[in-house]
Structures are given as C-alpha cells and as structure tokens.
C-alpha cells in the first residue's frame, strides 16, 4: 500500500485527530528548509520565525519603525533647541516656568512631527525602490532621496522642490558611502 494510498483510507476522524496533535503537540512542526550557520550545526527556522521575518522586512513595518524612530529623534531634538535658544523676552517682563514649558512642549512636538514624517516617507520609498528593483546598493538611497526632497520641497514651489531633490539625493548617497565603506 503506497503512502497516498493510506492518506485517502485515512478517516476524517483520524484527519482531525494529527492535526490537533500537530497544533497542542509540544513538537513543532518545521519545513524541512535548513539554514546555514557560521558555528555549529544547522538552524531549522520554524514558521513563527518565518512569519516574525517577513513582517520584519516589510516594508510597512520599516515605514511605521522609521516614523517612530523620527518622532523620538525630533522631540530630542526640539527639546535641546529650545533649552539652547530661548525666545527673549523685553525688559521687566519675566517669562515664567509654564511658558518656558509651552514652548519647549511646542519646539519638541514640531520637530517630532518633521522628523517622523521625514523618516516614514524616505523609508518607504526607499523599500518600495529597492523591492521594484530587486537590489540592494547605494542607488536605492539615492533614488528615495530625491523622491523624497522633491515631495517635500514640492510645497514651496517647483525651483524648491528641484533644489530638495539634489539636496536629499546628494546628502543621501554620501550617508550611504560613509555607512557601506566605514568598516
């Protein structure tokens, strides 16, 4: 009797009964993929693993990461600015601890806000480059950068949005040579 001789003799109960022991059993179930590893013997990922590296690398997941990440960045940011430059006040009038703390709380927010948006953008189409072309190297910066001045310089004018193209472009590919050829 072959093997797909006994799956259809199988009965549904007996059908049910391997598949509850596969999901309650304490043996995962794994594909038979083995991956290489540096020390050691082979990794066998399971499918949790799998399933956890394909949210990981999507790039939804890195356009959400990028933002939040900005958001921290900025609020440092703002918050250091507005501790560093103080708005002055004229003489005899004191500013008080509150409006000291309005505008720290209204620097840090606006930056926060810029530096999420800047980093949520530039990452997704950075990802979504890179996934269209089917390669990994120093074009893909080049190309979300001047996509990403562009859109963002768009806002004050065409002249504007040239000049932020070549800006973010030519600022981003020299990130991405230090970053590639620093080690």
Known sequence: MSNNEKKTNMSQEEVLHQFVNR????DQFREKIMMPNVMGRPVVKSVE?????SITESCAFKCILSGVMGFALGGAIGLFTSSVNPQIKPPGQQETVKEIMREMKTSSLGYAKNFALLGAVFSG???????????SDWKNGTYAGGITGGLIGFRAGAK??????????????AIDYYMRNSS
């Open 23 to 26: 999901i309650f059993n304490n």
């Open 49 to 53: 693993e799998k399933t956890l590296e």
């Open 125 to 135: 189409i950075e990802c979504i480059v890179e996934t269209y072309r089917g390669q």
């Open 160 to 173: 504007a949005g040239l000049l932020g193209a070549l800006g973010f472009a030519t600022f981003s590919t």
